[in-house]
């Protein structure tokens, strides 16, 4: 049970900001939000998580809505090596909680 | 550190033939995560362990599935006997003790003809 909600696909003109959105409104009050990708053939990779305050790295941007019931990943500058599968993910942190994964959305970067 | 490492990277082999997929955890971590990918069910977790011990494997599809942990660093996941159905790429991940993300491996994909 993924526990969240994303669209399919999305489109993204290259430089230009990319932005993924996430329902989660069954979230629970300790349970974090993660973000993996997949760029094609390889194991997906870990991007970033958050609880409630919005997070940034050097990959991107983590917005998490006041009632955490959503959240949004950032690409500030999307380029053709950001075209993968983003998976949103929703797990209690610093238990054994695993990693379910939902269908994700497929975004495709445009040159 | 060079990451998870699985292997083969491919394998072909006909049904009926006992296949063995393996990986190597990230020096450090302790927990262990096995899923399988296709096109129909996307990624599914089959088997999780801590410190070398399986703890959920609700996720494993039947019998002729099995995975261990001989040691702190390394597991196998076997399919006796293969089945085209089993068809599909076989990630493990590693996580550190108590907090943190998951690292994944490249992954074995796998053809039963």
């Known amino acids: 049970d993924a526990k969240t909600t994303q669209p399919p696909s999305m489109d993204c003109a290259e430089g230009r900001a990319a932005n993924l959105p996430c329902n989660h409104s069954?979230?629970?009050?300790?349970?974090?939000v993660y973000w993996y990708r997949q760029i094609h053939s390889q194991g997906p990779q870990y991007i970033i998580h958050?609880?409630?305050n919005n997070e940034t790295n050097e990959m991107a941007s983590l917005i998490i809505t006041e009632d955490r019931k959503s959240s949004t990943l950032i690409l500030p500058h999307a380029t053709l090596r950001d075209t993968a599968v983003y998976y949103c993910?929703?797990?209690?942190?610093?238990?054994?909680?695993?990693?379910?994964f939902g269908t994700g959305t497929s975004l495709t970067v445009i040159p | 550190d060079a990451g998870v490492i699985q292997s083969p990277r491919h394998e072909v082999t006909e049904m009926g033939q006992e296949v063995t997929l393996r990986c190597k955890l990230i020096?450090?971590?302790?927990?262990l995560f096995w899923y399988r990918q296709t096109m129909m069910r996307g990624l599914e977790l089959l088997i999780y362990?801590?410190?070398?011990?399986?703890?959920?494997d609700s996720g494993m599809p039947e019998d002729r599935f099995s995975a261990k942990m001989p040691n702190a660093s390394f597991s196998t996941l076997k399919i006796q006997p293969s089945e085209p159905r089993d068809s599909a790429v076989y990630f493990c991940?590693?996580?550190?003790?108590?907090?943190?993300?998951?690292?994944f491996g490249q992954g074995t994909r796998l053809t039963v003809v």
């Open positions: 958050g609880l409630k």
């Open positions: 991940a590693s996580r550190p003790h108590g907090e943190g993300e998951a690292f």
């Open positions: 993910i929703v797990r209690v942190q610093n238990t054994g909680n695993q990693f379910y």
């Open positions: 069954t979230i629970s009050g300790n349970e974090y």
């Open positions: 020096s450090g971590h302790n927990s």
């Open positions: 362990f801590n410190n070398n011990v399986p703890i959920d």
